[in-house]
């Protein structure tokens, strides 16, 4: 950022105090669905593993085992749980700085909002990165199917 000179600072009225809290509500909303799928996701998880242990056959092998199910579930539980416990603690701040105006809660408050949308961005290019090789790698197996359907 670039040096302000002296020392300025950014008051907010009334309505900006009243569209923080409700921004703080929606989170707070967001964070607690957030929380309760995470917990639905471990919850099916075990159940899926627990299904796949109970009906596992010695002659059907499905390629993947019960701990690796609850593994790959465990993995997506964990990239979940940051954005939705950093949108929690915006939520928390962002409503004790509002009602007690102290300058130290909104920095917490915009901090873990900050945090939020750093987390969320660098998961959105890792993502999009996941694609763009997906892509890569399916045009390039084309290329090779192209002479199996002649045939001839």
């Given at each position: 950022?670039?040096?302000?000179?002296?020392?300025?600072?950014?008051?907010?009225?009334?309505?900006?105090?009243?569209?923080?809290?409700?921004?703080?509500?929606?989170?707070?909303?967001?964070?607690?669905?957030?929380?309760?799928?995470?917990?639905l996701l471990v919850i099916g998880g075990l159940i899926?593993?627990?299904?796949?242990?109970?009906?596992?056959?010695?002659?059907?092998?499905?390629?993947?085992?019960?701990?690796?199910?609850?593994?790959v579930v465990f993995v997506f539980m964990l990239i979940?749980?940051?954005?939705?416990?950093?949108?929690?603690?915006?939520?928390?701040?962002?409503?004790?700085?509002v009602k007690t105006l102290d300058k130290q809660e909104?920095?917490?408050?915009?901090?873990?909002?900050?945090?939020?949308?750093?987390?969320?961005?660098?998961?959105?290019?890792?993502?999009?990165?996941?694609?763009?090789?997906?892509?890569?790698?399916?045009?390039?197996?084309?290329?090779?199917?192209?002479?199996?359907?002649?045939?001839?």
């Amino acid at each position: 950022m670039e040096n302000i000179p002296g020392n300025r600072k950014i008051e907010l009225e009334e309505e900006a105090l009243k569209d923080l809290d409700t921004t703080r509500k929606w989170s707070m909303f967001l964070a607690i669905l957030g929380f309760i799928f995470i917990g639905l996701l471990v919850i099916g998880g075990l159940i899926a593993s627990l299904v796949m242990s109970v009906f596992k056959t010695q002659n059907a092998v499905l390629g993947i085992t019960e701990i690796m199910v609850f593994v790959v579930v465990f993995v997506f539980m964990l990239i979940y749980f940051f954005p939705v416990l950093y949108l929690f603690r915006f939520s928390k701040h962002t409503a004790n700085a509002v009602k007690t105006l102290d300058k130290q809660e909104m920095q917490n408050a915009f901090k873990y909002l900050r945090k939020y949308y750093v987390y969320i961005g660098i998961l959105t290019i890792v993502v999009l990165a996941i694609y763009f090789v997906a892509a890569i790698i399916a045009g390039a197996s084309m290329a090779f199917l192209k002479d199996m359907g002649t045939g001839i």
